[in-house]
Nanobody, 129 residues
Framework: QVQLVESGGGLVQPGGSLRLACVKP????????IGWFRQAPGKEREGGSW????????NVADSVKGLFPISKDNARNTVYLQMNSQRHEAKAIYYC??????????????????????WGQGIQVKVSS
């Protein structure tokens, strides 16, 4: 299994910014889709956004549309989640996950957690003044 590592979390002031990174140094990003999920205190894990490492196709859940731009750097095998203008609602543990992308996938939507078979440990984001 591909194991992933998240970084970039921590404490941010309201209105501040963080950039989360998801990396696995010894895999080839172009063969995978990377998804970002979050679990807020007392709530179930929810999908946020995903991006395919090969063609850059991406999608965002309606609940976070416009909030967390996702980007990638294939040379670093890294996918980023940009968190701008954070509010207290952003407090959560953020996870990234990887799913193999097959040629037959076409327009497959990778928002569902069940589609991923490799996960990171999660990284906490807190919003506080």
């Amino acid at each position: 299994q591909v194991q992933l590592v998240e970084s970039g979390g921590g404490l941010v002031q309201p209105g501040g910014s963080l950039r989360l990174a998801c990396v696995k140094p010894d895999f080839t990003l172009e063969y995978y889709a990377i998804g970002w999920f979050r679990q807020a205190p007392g709530k179930e894990r929810e999908g946020g956004s995903w991006m395919r490492g090969g063609d850059g196709k991406s999608n965002v859940a309606d609940s976070v549309k416009g909030l967390f731009p996702i980007s990638k750097d294939n040379a670093r095998n890294t996918v980023y989640l940009q968190m701008n203008s954070q509010r207290h609602e952003a407090k959560a543990i953020y996870y990234c996950a990887a799913a193999v992308v097959y040629q037959s996938d076409g327009d497959r939507n990778f928002l569902a957690a069940s589609q991923y078979d490799s996960w990171g440990q999660g990284i906490q984001v807190k919003v506080s003044s």
